[in-house]
C-alpha cells in the first residue's frame, strides 16, 4: 500500500482549478509535517448511506462507508469506522483515529449543538484524523443523494 499521507492528499482532491459547477466543498489536509493544503470544488454525494468526496478533477474519491450515527433534531451525527480511496482503478484502505461528520438532513440552516457553527441545508462538515497524523476536514453541501 502507497504511503496513505500521499494517496489520501491525492485523492482529496488534486486538479481544483478544474471544479465542476455543482462541487460546492472545500476540504483541507495537514499531514504530519505541519504542512497544510487546501483544495476547494470536491463533489460530495450520498450513495447508499456513504458519503463519497470526489476531487475536481474526478481522479481520487475517499468514501467514508460505516458509520454508527445518531440524529440530533434535524442534524444527523455520524462516527465514521471504515474509509477507502479510489484512485486510478485501484482501491486502498485509510485507516481512521477517530472522526465525526455532521449532516443537516433540512431544507434550513441547523446550529450545531454546543457550538456557534451552523450548517445551511443538506450542510456536511466532517474531520477526522489518521493513525499517522494527518487531519483531514471538509465542508459543504451535499450535490446529490441516491438510495
Known sequence: MRNSIGTLSL???IGALCAPALATGTAR???SDGSVKTYTGVKIVVVHRTLRMTSSDGQGTVILSHAACS???????CLPD???LE???STYTIALKDGTVWFNRSQTTAQLPLSSTQ??????LLSFS???????SLSGTVDSVTK
Open 11 to 13: 485523492a482529496l482532491l
Open 87 to 89: 484512485q486510478h482503478g
Open 71 to 77: 440524529a440530533v433534531g434535524d442534524l444527523l451525527r
Open 29 to 31: 489536509i495537514q499531514q
Open 130 to 136: 489518521t493513525p499517522k497524523g494527518t487531519y483531514v
Open 82 to 84: 471504515s474509509a477507502t
Open 119 to 124: 450548517l445551511p441545508p443538506h450542510g456536511v
